[in-house]
């Protein structure tokens, strides 16, 4: 199934449905010419005179209809293809093409004339080419002919590029195209058939399918389809699986088919079908409407092979639902990948909050002080930012503000602990804490409490 070979068939007939041959029964004496037209074939608007008991003795269709019945009429051959027909039966010459054999062949299946069948039919069979296959085909599959379709079908893997491109196989009727494929790659239901047009690029007979993809709905096969235009990259058949499918959620999330489709096939039936862009959104509406199968599929894709891109909507998600689990997956994510995921344009909207937390658990830091110092030197200024506003300076943590202001020369936090020092001037200098603070930073911390109480003095 996955070797398309492309080779041509050089034996017998050379390919050409239209070339002639003489073609004649072998009679002694042949059928009188004289006897009395009694019985009409009508075709159409036409219509061929023949003598009922001389095509009686041919055809048991004939021979077993009412002694009254004069005529028979024939709604799917063509008036010459019939009267060659008729012609070759009575024994009379005829200039044969494979079109005109494959007319015989349809007329004496017809009338259940089997010796015509078994003195042609070696004919269709060393006549298959690329050229010929269609007509050939349709013949075969008309009359569920088992050598001849064997013959045709192991053509067509040998042949399948050529014959698919074809304009005739275009034309040729939904059921005997899928039918070749089905045949020629032992192919089971209405999904193996679809996927096997793709893959063998039948485009007509491919379009010919999607276009029933609804129908098919009904018969259960939904989360198959799904499975095909996922693996296929088919967009518009996506589109209106994810349509049929937010109408009919709840039925179809109960299927176990369902929750066994891939994560990008939940991902893409919720994009199209509810207009969610992002993984967070999808999340979300599964976990609150519990659709646990997506749930439990697109957390198992977080912690498997989650790309960097959807680093925030996860985050934002494990925080919002408390998914302790997918917590530490972010943790080690950011570890590991944090440069990447800090270009991300969606890092820069997530909650600083969760970055923060994000930040101090990835690198295990035990105070926040810590966290400041990674995001001044990853210049991730909006978290800085964020932290600084939240601190309140405390005895406690006084010098390690000092040390954390003026190693990165944070103004607000500089004021902060100025503030802090003149209303608490004894308890800071009675902290033997201080003494830990460099010579120089203590100095330059002390001129400019000085010349804060004089500009405000």
């Known amino acids: 199934m996955d070797d398309f070979r492309d080779e041509s068939d050089e034996d017998g007939y050379d390919g050409c449905e239209n070339q002639t041959v003489e073609l004649v029964r072998s009679c002694a004496d042949g059928f009188p010419e004289h006897l009395p037209l009694d019985f009409k074939i009508i075709v159409g608007d036409n219509h061929l005179m023949v003598n009922k008991q001389q095509l009686a003795t041919v055809s048991p269709l004939i021979h077993n209809s009412p002694p009254h019945q004069k005529h028979i009429e024939v709604t799917d051959l063509s008036f010459e293809a019939v009267k060659t027909a008729i012609d070759f039966c009575f024994y009379r010459k005829i200039t044969a093409t494979t079109k005109t054999v494959i007319g015989i062949l349809q007329f004496a299946h017809e009338f259940g004339i089997d010796i015509i069948n078994d003195e042609l039919i070696n004919w269709p069979l060393s006549s298959i080419t690329n050229d010929t296959f269609c007509l050939i085909w349709q013949y075969a599959f008309d009359t569920r002919h088992e050598v001849l379709i064997e013959a045709c079908a192991d053509h067509f893997r040998q042949n399948v590029r050529e014959i698919v491109n074809s304009a005739a196989f275009d034309n040729l009727e939904l059921q005997s195209a899928g039918y070749v494929l089905v045949v020629a790659y032992n192919l089971n239901g209405f999904l193996e058939t679809l996927q096997c047009a793709f893959r063998c690029n039948a485009k007509s007979l491919t379009a010919k399918l999607e276009n029933m993809i609804e129908d098919q709905f009904l018969a259960d096969e939904f989360c198959s389809i799904v499975q095909y235009a996922t693996n296929c990259d088919r967009v518009q058949q996506m589109k209106t699986c994810a349509n049929y499918f937010s109408l009919h959620l709840d039925k179809i999330a109960e299927l176990d088919e369902f929750g066994r489709l891939p994560p990008k096939a939940i991902i893409l039936l919720f994009k199209f079908g509810f207009s969610f862009t992002r993984l967070y959104l999808t999340l979300t509406f599964a976990i609150e409407n519990n659709v646990v199968a997506a749930t439990r599929i697109l957390e198992k894709y977080i912690f498997e092979s989650c790309p960097i891109e959807n680093f925030c909507d996860i985050a934002l998600y494990a925080w919002k639902h408390k998914r302790e689990a997918i917590k530490t997956k972010c943790y080690s994510m950011f570890r590991q990948k944090h440069a990447e995921i800090e270009q991300h344009p969606q890092f820069g909207t997530l909650e600083k909050l969760i970055v923060v937390e994000i930040i101090k658990r990835a690198f295990s830091y ?45 103004a607000d936090i500089k004021g902060k602990c100025a503030k802090f020092y003149v209303d608490n001037r004894n308890a800071v200098e009675r902290n033997a804490v201080i003494y830990a603070i460099a010579d120089e930073i203590w100095g330059n911390f002390t001129k400019s409490v000085v010349a804060m109480n004089r500009n405000y003095g």
């Not at 978290?383 to 601190?391: A, Y």
């Open 366 to 410: 035990g105070t926040y002080w810590q966290v400041l110092e990674y995001t001044n030197e990853n210049k991730l200024d909006s978290v800085t930012k964020f932290i600084e506003f939240k601190i309140t300076i405390y005895l406690i943590n006084f010098c390690a503000a000092l040390k954390y202001a003026y190693a990165f020369e944070r």
